[in-house]
């Protein structure tokens, strides 16, 4: 491989499409700082890093204009395209995971998380990433209807549309396992209630085995011309474990193999959250899977 040569230009397409951009989350880097995460992605010939903001890698609070100036000079000097990951464990709650969330109960807890997508998308700005990466949350209070959680999700995401369209961002909202926007149908019953240009879907392929076992691959089909950003993770027996590439059930190739011919030439970033222990390792292991792909 050449010295400038990423791992997009090493994987060839079948019929000579574009290609979609291999990268890592730095989720599952932390173990390394976020210096020793470039390096190592670069070097093993990824294209993109998704940022997960927190206190290893990118605090969304501390970091000044000429940090973020600092970090993306360092990231174009390596060939790394950035995404912004939102979905830190205690980033906002160090004593509860993931909350609050835009499907809080109440409105402080939906201001809070509302705030910190705003930031993300200024942070993402100041990096040149097009995609901040975001979902919805879990409700946490089960007396309230169907119709007034998601009112107040959708009240309280609208500002952080209005303004990622401000800065030129795209907000690529993920279904997660056991929130209250899970599956691709819970995605598309909610897509037809919001229209926004800077709306996408972020697809973690490793949660279709868990929200889509009846057909992943149909499922996905379903919603290809509306992904904006990918995750790409294994899955078995319906657990959301984020399994190294390979080593679940999912058929990757052909769920790829959809993306790839669709056209779809955002950035594909394994994430693989529960592994910093071992990330070297799984980096160069995920390269490897990628690479395998090619000509398929």
């Known amino acids: 491989m050449g010295p400038t040569e990423t791992g997009a230009e090493r994987l060839h397409l079948r019929g000579g499409l574009s290609m979609w951009k291999p990268g890592y989350v730095s989720h599952g880097l932390l173990d390394h700082s976020i210096d020793q995460a470039i390096e190592m992605l670069s070097s093993s010939g990824y294209s993109a890093l998704g940022i997960t903001l927190g206190p290893t890698h990118l605090d969304p609070w501390k970091s000044t204009a000429a940090d973020l100036e600092t970090l993306r000079k ?98 690529g909202f993920e279904p997660e396992p056991g929130m209250w926007i899970e599956s691709l149908e819970d995605w598309i019953a909610f897509r037809q209630q919001i229209d926004h240009s800077a709306l996408g879907l972020t697809v973690d392929l490793g949660h279709l085995g868990v929200t889509e076992s009846h057909d992943p691959l149909g499922s996905l089909k379903s919603v290809l011309d509306e992904v904006i950003h990918v995750h790409v993770d294994d899955c078995k027996g319906r657990k959301h474990e984020h399994l190294p590439l390979g080593e679940g059930e999912l058929d990757l190739p052909a769920l790829i193999g959809a993306l790839t011919d669709s056209g779809y030439q955002g950035q594909l970033l394994v994430e693989l959250s529960r592994d910093s222990h071992r990330a070297p390792e799984l980096v160069e292991q995920s390269m490897r899977y990628l690479e395998g792909l090619q000509g398929g």
């Open 74 to 171: 360092k990231l174009e000097e390596h060939h790394l395209l950035p995404s912004i990951e939102t979905g830190g464990r205690y980033l906002l709650d160090y004593r509860k995971k993931h909350w609050p969330t835009l499907s809080s109960a109440t409105e402080e807890g939906r201001t809070l998380r509302q705030s910190f997508y705003i930031r993300a998308i200024d942070i993402a700005a100041a990096l040149g990433a097009s995609v901040v990466s975001v979902w919805s949350g879990c409700n946490d209070d089960p007396t309230r209807s169907t119709d007034e959680v998601t009112e107040n999700l959708i009240k309280a995401l609208l500002p952080v549309l209005d303004h990622a369209e401000s800065n030129g961002i795209r907000i």
